[in-house]
Protein backbone atom coordinates (compact mmCIF):
# COMPACT_ATOMS: atom_id res chain seq x y z
CA UNK A 1 0.00 0.00 0.00
CA UNK A 2 1.07 3.52 -0.56
CA UNK A 3 -0.58 7.18 0.31
CA UNK A 4 -2.20 9.02 -2.41
CA UNK A 5 -0.64 12.30 -1.75
CA UNK A 6 -3.89 14.16 -2.94
CA UNK A 7 -6.70 12.79 -0.69
CA UNK A 8 -4.29 10.89 1.95
CA UNK A 9 -5.92 7.78 1.34
CA UNK A 10 -4.44 4.74 1.29
CA UNK A 11 -3.90 3.14 -2.11
CA UNK A 12 -3.68 -0.40 -3.56
CA UNK A 13 -0.15 -0.10 -6.11
CA UNK A 14 -1.68 -2.91 -8.24
CA UNK A 15 -5.14 -1.70 -8.73
CA UNK A 16 -4.03 1.65 -8.94
CA UNK A 17 -1.81 0.70 -11.78
CA UNK A 18 -4.72 -1.99 -13.21
CA UNK A 19 -7.18 1.30 -13.59
CA UNK A 20 -4.50 3.56 -14.75
CA UNK A 21 -4.41 5.83 -12.00
CA UNK A 22 -0.94 6.90 -12.00
CA UNK A 23 1.48 9.62 -12.52
CA UNK A 24 5.47 9.81 -13.08
CA UNK A 25 6.80 12.76 -11.80
CA UNK A 26 10.97 13.52 -11.29
CA UNK A 27 11.26 9.98 -11.64
CA UNK A 28 9.30 8.55 -9.02
CA UNK A 29 5.61 7.25 -9.95
CA UNK A 30 2.73 8.05 -7.47
CA UNK A 31 -0.69 6.21 -7.69
CA UNK A 32 -4.15 7.99 -6.63
CA UNK A 33 -7.87 6.80 -5.72
CA UNK A 34 -9.38 8.01 -8.36
CA UNK A 35 -9.01 10.03 -11.44
CA UNK A 36 -9.90 13.22 -9.67
CA UNK A 37 -6.67 13.11 -7.52
CA UNK A 38 -4.99 12.31 -10.57
CA UNK A 39 -5.78 14.98 -12.28
CA UNK A 40 -5.21 17.32 -9.20
CA UNK A 41 -1.74 16.05 -9.12
CA UNK A 42 -1.36 15.83 -13.08
CA UNK A 43 -2.07 20.05 -12.72
CA UNK A 44 0.16 20.91 -9.83
CA UNK A 45 2.54 18.15 -9.10
CA UNK A 46 5.03 20.03 -6.99
CA UNK A 47 2.41 20.84 -4.76
CA UNK A 48 1.88 17.09 -3.60
CA UNK A 49 5.09 15.43 -4.47
CA UNK A 50 7.71 14.28 -1.94
CA UNK A 51 10.88 16.32 -2.24
CA UNK A 52 13.66 14.27 -2.82
CA UNK A 53 15.76 14.95 0.13
CA UNK A 54 19.67 13.79 0.50
CA UNK A 55 21.04 12.00 2.54
CA UNK A 56 20.42 11.91 6.67
ZN1 LIG B 1 -7.45 10.33 -3.64
Known amino acids: MTKDLVC ?3 VDE ?3 RSQGL ?3 YQGR ?6 P ?3 R ?7 RYAEQPR ?3
Open 8 to 10: GMQ
Open 54 to 56: DGR
Open 40 to 46: QFDQHPE
Open 36 to 38: GCK
Open 22 to 24: TSE
Open 29 to 34: TYYFCS
Open 14 to 16: QQA
